[in-house]
T-cell receptor
């Protein structure tokens, strides 16, 4: 149980384009989903928290207009990196939890912006 | 806000030995402390967790201890195996947010 699926697992895009990453909870309803970014050999940094049907809450220093988050249902959240630049290249990981349950992570999306 | 410090950053042990990773947290309101194992190119996998009303929890070769007074918690892996090699992260949860430590790269040598 508690499977979180993330798609795509890797993506290469050109500078200036936008990329959408999907995060799905496969066997439970996720009241809250989180998006993290991880640079090589570093820890996971929380970018934003999204609750189904409401606006995401962004961490300090994260541009909400650049990283658009939509949590339209209890099983799906999307992160769109708009006008991507090479410095946005990173490993993006989503996580999800049901109320009162541990947090489970997807397998991440490796984004490379050329 | 919460700050989580994790040590050591790298740890090398011989197969069969024990490994201990330690974390400290700053916010006394934190009430949940999970540990994750991350293999290369994959997302973190929950391996064990502990809540603030418990001092110790064990699951086969893995155990976690929590000292609320000192605000530190530790991961203990006994009888280590090569497949335990990975990066381990501790985390502290306050108000629904998980804040991660810096990670420990564990290498188990056969």
């Amino acid at each position: 149980g508690a499977v979180v699926s993330q798609h795509p697992s890797w993506v290469i895009c050109k500078s200036g384009t936008s990329v959408k990453i999907e995060c799905r909870s496969l066997d439970f309803q996720a009241t809250t989903m989180f998006w993290y970014r991880q640079f090589p050999k570093q820890s996971l940094m929380l970018m934003a928290t999204s609750n189904e049907g409401s606006k995401a809450t962004y961490e300090q220093g994260v541009e909400k207009d650049k990283f658009l988050i939509n949590h339209a249902s209890l099983t799906l959240s999307t992160l769109t990196v708009t006008s991507a630049h090479p410095e946005d290249s990173s490993f993006y990981i989503c996580s999800a939890s049901a109320q009162g349950s541990p947090l489970h992570f997807g397998n991440g999306t490796r984004l490379t912006v050329t | 806000g919460e700050n989580v410090e994790q040590h050591p950053s790298t740890l090398s042990v011989q197969e069969g030995d024990s490994a201990v990773i330690k974390c400290t947290y700053s916010d006394s309101a934190s009430n949940y402390f999970p540990w994750y194992k991350q293999e290369l190119g994959k997302g973190p996998q929950l391996i064990i967790d502990i809540r603030s009303n418990v001092g110790e929890k064990k699951d086969q070769r893995i155990a976690v201890t929590l000292n609320k007074t000192a605000k530190h918690f530790s991961l203990h892996i006994t009888e280590t195996q090569p497949e335990d090699s990975a990066v381990y992260f501790c985390a502290a949860n306050r108000r629904g947010k998980l804040i991660f430590g810096q990670g420990t790269e564990l290498s188990v040598k056969p």
